[in-house]
């Protein structure tokens, strides 16, 4: 009997699922034939299905409102996007058709919310919070756009910082202030090193901001690295958090907002299974609960998702260029791109993301590696979240084999650099756009081609 590798998926997934099923032996994402792109675009590409950025952004919105139904939670929830996910202009304009607000990390993030302004992207209602350890032109930066009458939040991250805004700023303004969680046991370090240590928070409200007619202390900001999981190292640090902004609400009138940072996963392997809503209506439960135990209004709630927004919105598509035995046990197949250069997450801390072949699905299977085109030992992918080795269809003579990489569309660009130089010099893959129009029907466009070695050679100064 042949083992092909339609079968093998769907005896070890729940498959098909949200957002992928086969057609005639063809992978199609959100309905969408793959294999159309590939034959449109060539390959190695990168595509954005800009749909799914409005998607996740109305599915947490949702949630949100049906857990403070639920809890009768009388303040409101605010969505931000932050930046740094993906700065990408097709991106912000998506997410901004849903009625959200900004999260920035750096002086430049200042640069995109000053043309999406000029754009009448946004208004300057629209609230920014601007979180990082502040260099002098971010906070100049900063201090120009609350003077310009913008309606920043600037998160204090350190006593000194706030030094910058007395200074600089003309009126009164908003502030806020990061508590610096502790970071998970296994971590190499105790304390984030983001943010005021919470002994220390009551002290510096009280010598810094309560008394000073230029300052508004408006919102609590806490986050931990290893984002929102039903853990009890997460509720753990989410009622320490709690606590702090019920001791300083009492002393404090103007504290009227918490900002429970980013963090909802995105699904990463065809297992994926998260309660997003449970997860919502613990975290307004346990916030209304703590404010009534201390008898304090509750706060107006705020969120930054960025790979939640962004992330299910991305793909990379390769073909395989060829095959190579290099002993009895390791076969290779040799992609037209580099993982280093293209899906740095999957080299630099070992992230997995959903890997599919786009066609051949009724072909017989085996185990792979894959190998990318740089001449570094660690360019390779070998392994899915839930197992230690990749299983793919076998390649015979006929039309070559192509893998799609999905949910990437969070900061793989960011921390590969986006057309500079790469690890030996292997280009950067073209970028298609993907949407509906207005009948619903699916448009493409291509964003950028692929890296010349022109514009190479340009930066290197030849």
């Not at 449109?40 to 595509?47: A, E, H, V």
């Not at 200074?167 to 190499?188: M, S």
């Not at 192509?402 to 030996?424: P, V």
Request: net charge positive; charged share 25%; proline share 3%.
């Amino acid at each position: 009997m042949t083992n092909r590798y339609a079968d093998l998926i769907h005896q070890t997934f729940d498959f098909p699922q949200e957002g992928f099923k086969v057609k005639e032996n063809k992978l199609y994402f959100h309905d969408i034939d793959i294999s159309d792109i590939i034959k449109k675009y060539g390959t190695p590409l990168k595509l954005t299905y800009l749909p799914r950025i409005s998607e996740q952004i109305q599915k947490a919105k949702k949630l949100f409102a049906k857990a403070f139904k639920q809890h009768n939670y009388t303040a409101e929830y605010n969505y931000c996007y932050c930046t740094k996910s993906s700065h990408f202009n097709f991106v912000l304009e998506e997410a901004l058709k849903n009625e959200i607000h900004l999260e920035t990390s750096f002086a430049y993030d200042l640069e995109i919310i000053n043309r999406l302004y000029k754009k009448r992207k946004i208004t300057k209602n629209t609230k920014i919070i601007s979180n990082g350890y502040k260099t002098k032109a971010y906070t100049r930066k900063l201090s120009q756009m609350i003077n310009d009458g913008f309606n920043v939040t600037p998160i204090i991250d350190n006593k000194e910082e706030i030094k910058d805004y007395e200074r600089l700023v003309k009126q009164n303004c908003n502030v806020g202030i990061r508590i610096a969680a502790e970071e998970e046991p296994q971590f190499q370090f105790y304390t984030s090193r983001l943010g005021i240590r919470s002994r220390d928070i009551m002290n510096f409200y009280l010598d810094k901001i309560k008394d000073n007619p230029k300052f508004n202390l408006k919102m609590l900001h806490f986050f931990i690295n290893t984002g929102i999981k039903d853990d009890a190292y997460y509720w753990s640090e989410l009622n320490k958090a709690l606590n702090v902004y019920c001791e300083l609400r009492k002393e404090c009138e103007t504290l009227d907002s918490i900002n429970i940072g980013g963090g909802f996963p995105i699904r990463n392997s065809l297992t994926f299974n998260y309660d997003y809503e449970y997860m919502i209506n613990e975290i307004v439960l346990q916030i209304k609960n703590a404010c009534k135990r201390a008898k304090v209004p509750v706060p107006h709630i705020y969120t930054e998702f960025g790979s939640f927004t962004v992330g299910e919105s991305g793909a990379a598509i390769y073909k395989v260029l060829g095959q190579k035995w290099q002993n009895d046990n390791e076969l290779w197949y040799m992609i037209d791109s580099s993982f280093i250069t293209t899906l740095p997450d999957t080299w630099g801390i070992g992230q997995k993301f959903i890997m599919l072949p786009i066609n051949k699905w009724d072909h017989e299977y085996h185990r792979v590696n894959l190998g990318g085109l740089t001449c570094d030992s660690h360019d390779y992918y070998n392994s899915e979240v839930n197992i230690a080795q990749i299983y793919l269809p076998k390649i015979y003579k006929d039309e070559p084999l192509y893998l799609g990489f999905f949910h990437t569309g969070a900061y793989q660009e960011s921390l590969s650099g986006y057309g500079g130089i790469k690890h030996c010099l292997i280009p950067a893959p073209k970028h298609v756009l993907i949407d509906c129009d207005e009948e619903g029907k699916i448009t493409t466009k291509l964003f950028r081609k692929e890296q010349t070695s022109l514009s190479m050679m340009k930066i290197l100064g030849y």
